[in-house]
């Protein structure tokens, strides 16, 4: 909160300021409303990354970084009006950080030529970067999570989920939805009963749903939520002691901020993630000599090491590395959004490098094209420990079945071509 | 009849649903009675008064990260945690406060307004409560545990599984918060028949002008009643808060009273409680029987359209006044 005001002021100003040579990354963040305690700790997390190279390494290639700070308070409306603002101030990237305003910035980032990265959230199948040419979304996204979660069960289940019943709780919007079509089709494809429970936003009642649950048994609850929906469900799932570890919730769905407030009873909650979470990391060494300890982080540094924090990092570290790429690619430090987007189709980042970074196994390696702006889709399964107050790691990356998803992608990027009328290319 | 069983379930939820909607709606009830002024700010006031709780308790230092960023102190935490019957004395006591406040600083200053201008310093007032509560306490989801119990009712659920063969589910909250809001009605009630700063509260009701005329202080008044409205939004934000954590999406609880108040009419306290039930068991037996067969998320919607069937044949609500104005 401390630093909204001056990094917003500051933003505004930045925005209005002419061109300059720094490098450009706008963070559309927000800080207030019902998902503001989400969507800070993201925040902090890009932040901080940012200043971190600014600090220890004079920015990237030499060139410093600015992180001018727009508040979308996770409204589409808003967070159009963000990126019209900021991009005329040299903007590289947009992370919106919401499926909504995505949406609405897919067709005119692609107009403006400015890439926009939307990692583990946005719309699925950007993955085919043929189609969607400005945008990516490595390392996972929406369906690499529910084919990720299923095979978790298939595995916990010896490889048969026949018979099984796995319902859905989703966030009743264009995000919770995402899911529903890849679940059905790994039904059918693993003999499992499929059912879908919506709720509606911000989905602080939810008794009707958990009422159904209770009467269904199913064997497994998947939830894609956010924000007050969340812990809500995670309390009313314990309310009628649905047993945690058979309840998994996606990405945005399993950070600290979701199941703190239920207390024990979210003990054994699982949810999937694709980046380590904690503070056993050595870039956090450096973090603490450069950001934290001088006073330069955001908020104080108060979230560093929870999983959103860890999730608005790892995003900044990616752009990080695509504009390295970018710069050496272009050959010049002084990169335009149509040269970064070539940075992020040539991106590697290996395990090798994971650890160059500070953060060995962190995530699983990154490897882009023109065709493939989506990664590997792999994922991993966190489980909470109530009484340690933290996250562990329970399986390896696991990939996805891209024999159902690379379909389904293929589909719906074709549908939006033809729509949009786009010729794909590569 | 396993149906019939499932029916009464939700039924049973539906009531203890609906108590939670009376508690938010008893707040807007209480202003617009006495002053009618429809307070759009009375879900911010929940959130504030449980932002306020949980500091209080966990000695939190308000307004620590302004502080800090002034002086380049670390303040958080005073280092002590206050007991909860203590924290929620003090906490109300800083509704009062907030009363006169609003009182001495919005409503003093509009005496004779149009109604609308009052409705838009509510809204102005929202805001700046929502943004103060930020900057007092920040912005994290806080755990609030006033030592009230959560989960299903073991006996209910024994106890019908005895009589029926079914187990009925009963979340102990909701009916801790039933009890409670029935408490709080009745004290309501009785503070509104009984004492003579209630008559006094009714007199301006119905009559702003024959009040004033008879010595009856208007302020006074309005900082009592705004005093009361932020005691019941503190019952509400436990409620609340403790169902789902004290973040700021508490103040869109109030969403869920603007149907209730629709449907008992905006100047009635039964009305409300009333109100409150009927969109409770309304909007969950739809979604049992009919969310089904349309994709389900029913309730936000069907909470409005009941309402709304309701003021065609009553448009002052179930339990409003009438209001005949001749031209």
Redesign the interface.
Same mark, same amino acid.
Request: proline content about 0%; aromatic content about 10%; glycine content about 14%.
């Given at each position: 909160m401390k630093l909204k005001f001056t990094t917003l002021a500051a933003g505004a100003f930045m925005a209005a300021a002419p061109a300059m040579a720094d490098l450009v990354v706008p963070n559309l963040s927000y800080r207030t409303g019902p998902y503001g305690a989400n969507g800070t700790q993201y925040a902090d997390g890009f932040n901080d990354y940012f200043t971190l190279l600014n600090e220890r390494d004079g920015g990237i290639g030499g060139e410093t970084i600015r992180v001018p700070e727009c508040e979308t308070a996770y409204n589409t409306e808003k967070g159009v009006e963000c990126y019209e603002a900021t991009k005329g101030g040299g903007a590289l990237v947009y992370n919106p950080l919401s499926t909504g305003i995505t949406y609405q910035l897919i067709p005119k980032a692609a107009a403006d030529q400015i890439p926009l990265y939307t990692p583990g959230y946005g719309r699925t199948s950007a993955k085919n970067g043929a189609v969607f040419e400005w945008v990516f979304n490595a390392p996972a996204n929406y369906w690499d999570g529910a084919s990720v979660a299923v095979k978790y069960l298939l595995d916990e289940n010896g490889g048969d989920l026949s018979g099984k019943k796995i319902a859905l709780v989703y966030h009743n919007s264009a995000y919770g939805k995402e899911p529903i079509r890849t679940l059905e089709e790994l039904a059918e494809k693993h003999g499992f009963t499929f059912s879908a429970l919506p709720i509606d936003p911000p989905g602080q009642e939810q008794k009707s749903q958990w009422l159904q649950t209770r009467r269904d048994r199913p064997d497994y609850v998947l939830m894609w939520g956010w924000g007050v929906m969340n812990q809500t469900a995670i309390q009313e799932a314990a309310n009628i002691r649905f047993p945690m570890e058979n309840f998994i919730g996606t990405y945005w769905s399993g950070s600290e901020v979701d199941v703190q407030p239920v207390g024990a009873a979210a003990n054994g909650y699982k949810a999937l993630t694709f980046h380590g979470v904690g503070m056993d990391y050595p870039i956090y060494d450096d973090m603490k000599q450069y950001v934290i300890d001088p006073g330069k982080a955001s908020q104080g540094g108060q979230f560093v090491g929870s999983v959103l924090y860890s999730r608005g990092m790892y995003a900044a570290v990616v752009i990080a590395e695509a504009i390295a790429k970018a710069q050496e690619l272009a050959g010049t430090s002084q990169i335009t959004p149509a040269q970064l987007r070539d940075g992020f189709e040539a991106l590697e980042i290996s395990a090798e490098r994971l650890e160059e970074l500070g953060l060995p196994d962190f995530g699983p390696a990154i490897t882009m094209s023109c065709e493939n702006h989506g990664g590997s889709g792999m994922a991993r399964v966190q489980q909470w420990d109530a009484t340690e107050r933290k996250w562990t790691l329970i399986t390896d990356f696991t990939e996805p079945d891209q024999d159902v998803l690379g379909p389904l992608i293929a589909e719906d990027s074709e549908a939006y071509a033809k729509e949009a009328g786009i010729e794909p290319r590569c | 009849m396993d149906q019939l069983f499932?029916a009464a379930?939700?039924f049973l939820?539906g009531l203890?649903?609906g108590v939670?909607y009376s508690l938010v709606a008893l707040g807007f009830v209480l202003i617009f009675k006495a002053s009618g002024v429809f307070n759009y700010a009375q879900g911010v006031l929940a959130l504030f008064a449980a932002l306020t709780l949980v500091g209080i308790q966990q000695g939190q230092v308000p307004f620590a990260?302004?502080i800090?960023?002034m002086f380049?102190t670390?303040l958080h935490h005073f280092g002590w945690t206050v007991p909860s019957i203590l924290a929620i004395a003090l906490t109300a006591g800083i509704m009062v406060l907030l009363a006169f406040l609003i009182e001495k600083l919005v409503l003093q200053h509009l005496v004779g307004q149009e109604p609308i201008i009052l409705f838009m310093a509510t809204i102005g007032l929202a805001y700046f409560l929502?943004g103060m509560g930020?900057?007092m306490w920040?912005?994290?989801? $806080?755990?609030l545990?006033v030592g009230l119990p959560?989960? =299903?009712s073991d006996t209910v659920e024994t106890m019908t599984a005895d009589w029926l063969g079914y187990g009925f589910?009963l979340?102990r909250l909701d009916i801790w918060a039933t009890m409670i809001a029935a408490l709080l009605v009745a004290a309501l009630v009785a503070f509104a028949q009984y004492t003579k700063q209630g008559r006094a509260m009714r007199a301006v009701a119905d009559d702003h002008q024959a009040a004033l005329s008879v010595g009856i202080s208007l302020r006074f008044i309005w900082v009592m009643v705004w005093s009361i409205a932020g005691f019941v939004a503190l019952v509400a934000g436990i409620m609340?808060g403790t $169902?789902?954590?004290v973040?700021?999406?508490?103040s869109? =609880?109030a969403l869920?009273a603007l149907p209730v108040l629709m449907l008992g009419g905006f100047t009635s306290i039964p009305g409300a409680i009333v109100g409150g039930l009927i969109i409770g068991v309304g909007?969950?037996l739809f979604?049992?029987w009919i969310?089904p067969l349309v994709?389900?998320?029913t309730?936000?919607w069907f909470a409005y359209v009941l309402a709304l069937v309701f003021l065609v044949f009553r448009p002052q609500g179930l339990f409003g006044e009438r209001i005949i104005e001749r031209v």
């Open positions: - | 499932f379930e939700v939820n203890m649903a939670m990260h302004l800090n960023a380049g670390n929502e930020d900057v920040g912005a994290d989801i $806080k755990t545990d959560q989960g =299903i589910f979340d609340w $169902k789902s954590g973040q700021f999406s508490l869109l =609880i869920k909007e969950k979604e049992f969310g994709g389900g998320a309730e936000n």
